[in-house]
């Protein structure tokens, strides 16, 4: 089976997030299982200048892409991630010569309609262009949500065997452009409508998606149900209903190669889960880094999208309370302005227990994921999550709100059975969300609970390898739609 992963960011090229995070681990970890595999990003600016570094190279190909009453020329170029699967890029500098990748602090570029059509025709071209036989397109969010419908009209008689595998790592963004940009797609006005990419009188290139698609996936079980609801799917519950028969839910993994206590180098002291010593000596270097005071209080950590999905404002409501139990604060993140002020304006009033920093320190976040007691995860909806995988396996005490991925990948924990991996709370107040952080507290004073809780978080396996094969899985589900 060959395997062509489209997607708009990918480690180690590009990222922005945990998508990048997640094309780039899967790729990688075919590559480990003997599966071939292969990467196909736009050539960002970013890429660009580390492009020598990568190995990447000019394939000397151009193709013209058809953008409504104009054309536009990609060249493109060919390189291979840190495990040596291909990775090819499509170079338009007038769309992607930029300095961010999808948009300014101040919104999204006014483009990117004309940016992801080009990117998603071009996929499909470079295939054309290159010769290149992929069974199966994993295509991942609204970035890529035109190939399964452009494999299904304008490309059918080049790829009638190709099958497509859409993965929605976040149904909050959708894709959503003014209904007279429909030309610039070359689809026809005949796929505007309620059983096509119109949305509420707009283009969604996610719904495009989501019904050409041959099978559709999120990032964890609990949210593949979740999205299905009219709370949590954004308007696009009753499309998803059509196709539930071919919906799945597979947790992400997290690349163990980097985070893993026993042997990260960007952390003050290594520990294991047979020995816990080193990370009381990253607590206190953490404090130390942070200007907190060396107190055996329990130590909060968070590294985090500053945005009212991650549930910033019940941590900045609940603040008060938090620094009144005593116990000390460590928030790394960057996003939503009016959150960054509001966290520096706290950290003004709790200098003395509360650290914010705002903006992305990759030192920093190991750190705070090793040094913290317990990691907090008040998502008001979390398709998968990242964090709160990273913080089991450096026995760091995710607590977290029952959304999404957290309800699969953390089990509360239960004293009289000695089981359980954090601690979970219901609603969306922060008053619930303060008492489990206080039931937290209470276990974190008793050192035999909590040396069973630490261990039982790092005894978590949520590997690449159990993903990438559910994923192979899904695969052999899409090509039997073909034949």
Known sequence: MKILIAASEAVPFVKTGGLGDVTGALVNEYKK???EAALILPFYREIKKSAKDFGI???KKEITIPLGDRFETGKLWEGKTSEGAIAYFIENDKFYDRDNIYGTPEGDFPDNVSRFTFYDRAVCETLKTLKLNFDVIHCHDWQTGLIPV?????YMNDFSKTATLLTIHNIGYQGLFWSFDMPITGLGWELFNINGLEFYGRINFLKGGILFADIINTVSKNYAKEILTKEYGFSLDEVLKKRSKDLYGIVNGINYSEWDPEHDSLIPANYSIEDLSGKTKCKKSLQKACALPLSKSMLVGMVARLSSQKGINF???????IIKLGLEVVILGKGDKSFQNILLDLQKKYSKRLSVTIGFDDVLAHKIYAGADIFLMPSEYEPCGLGQLIALCYGTIPVGRKTGGIVDTISEYNPSKGTGTGFLFNGSSP??????IKRANEFFNDKQHWVKIQKNAMSQNFSWRRSAEEYLSLYQKALKKKY
């Open 33 to 35: 299982m003997g599966v």
């Open 57 to 59: 190279k000019p394939l």
């Open 150 to 154: 452009y494999i299904k009209t304008l």
């Open 315 to 321: 941590v900045a409501e609940a603040m008060k309370e």
């Open 431 to 436: 008053e619930e969300f303060l008492i489990t």
